[in-house]
Each structure stands twice: as C-alpha cells, then as structure tokens.
C-alpha cells in the first residue's frame, strides 16, 4: 500500500516543463512527462527536451499543483485593463539591446 506521496510506476504524476534557452530570457513551457520524483523529471526533461544544449535553466512542476483561472472569467480578469492604456508598453522605446523583449 502507497501512501499520499509515494508513487508506483504505472502512477507517476504528471510534471511540466518550462525552458529558458539562455540567460535574461524566460522560461518557455514545453511540454510534459511522465516521472516519480522532482529530481528524474529535471532529469527527465533535459533529455527530452534540451538535446542539442540550448536551454540554460530548467523548471518542472507537478501538474496537479498549477492553479489556473477559468477562460470563462476571463472578462472579470483582463477586461477591466483596456481602458488602462499606460499598462501598455507603448509609450517609450526599449533599447536594441534589449531585442528579446
């Protein structure tokens, strides 16, 4: 018998992992797997998902612990900012070096 936390093979949970590809860049969702613990899915997701070395950081998370909101809410969560135009980067200009933002 498995205890809340322990897991057998046939039920690893679910991890997603997020890349950045190289440093002051931000992590990209790229897909998910299958591992038993935070370790393997780092593990796990560097060999999937960083082959030919272009990722500098690595994040996993277990499925079950995203919290997200409805797309049904959406109104009550982005709505209300259109008519806040100076949230909008729009009212300067960035630096070429700053070209990934």
């Given at each position: 018998m498995t205890t809340p936390n322990e897991t057998t093979p046939d039920e690893w949970p679910l991890w997603e992992v997020f890349v950045r590809s190289k440093a002051g860049l931000d992590h990209k969702h790229c897909?998910?797997?299958h591992a038993a613990d935070a370790k393997l899915a780092i593990q796990l997701a560097r060999d999937?998902?960083?082959r030919r070395q272009e990722g500098s950081s690595i994040w996993v998370v277990r499925?079950?612990?995203i919290v997200a909101s409805d797309p049904g809410d959406k109104g009550m969560y982005f709505d209300p900012?259109?008519?806040k135009v100076?949230?909008?980067p729009g009212f300067y200009a960035l630096p070429g070096?700053?070209?990934h933002m």
């Open positions: 897909g998910s797997l999937v998902y960083t499925s079950d612990q900012m259109e008519d100076y949230r909008h070096s700053l070209d």
